[in-house]
């Protein structure tokens, strides 16, 4: 029995893919990111209801959103797919996320003239 699986690789700043399989630390995700997804021991096609979701903690959960293709699937028809997605940059995915973000606690001082 074959359990089908997802690999999602994501872009640096020269737009190509990478996966870090050997870091402890989590992998981060910026918004816009390019994702290359790869599905393998699928059934010949892919639907829309078996697209991967990310979320924004894999413990308590609280915003999610499916990683849908932004470009065509890529199949070999033998249960393998890819395509490209992306890291949302609108709606309430990311409008939940932004609510995360940390305020910046630098505070700009005026300069004063004698």
Do not use: H, W
Request: hydrophobic share 35%.
């Amino acid at each position: 029995m074959v359990y089908p699986f997802y690999q999602v690789f994501t872009s640096n700043a020269n737009g190509m893919f990478y996966f870090n399989g050997t870091s402890t630390t989590p992998e981060v995700l910026l918004f816009g990111n390019y994702l290359l997804v790869r599905g393998f021991g699928f059934s010949t096609s892919i639907s829309s209801s078996e697209y991967p979701v990310i979320m924004n903690s894999t413990t308590g959960a609280i915003a999610a959103t499916t990683l849908a293709p932004i470009t065509s699937v890529e199949s070999d028809g033998y249960g393998d797919f890819a395509y490209i997605s992306q890291v949302p940059i609108s709606g309430s995915f990311y409008s939940f996320l932004v609510t995360k973000i940390p305020t910046s606690r630098y505070t700009r001082s005026r300069p004063t003239c004698p």
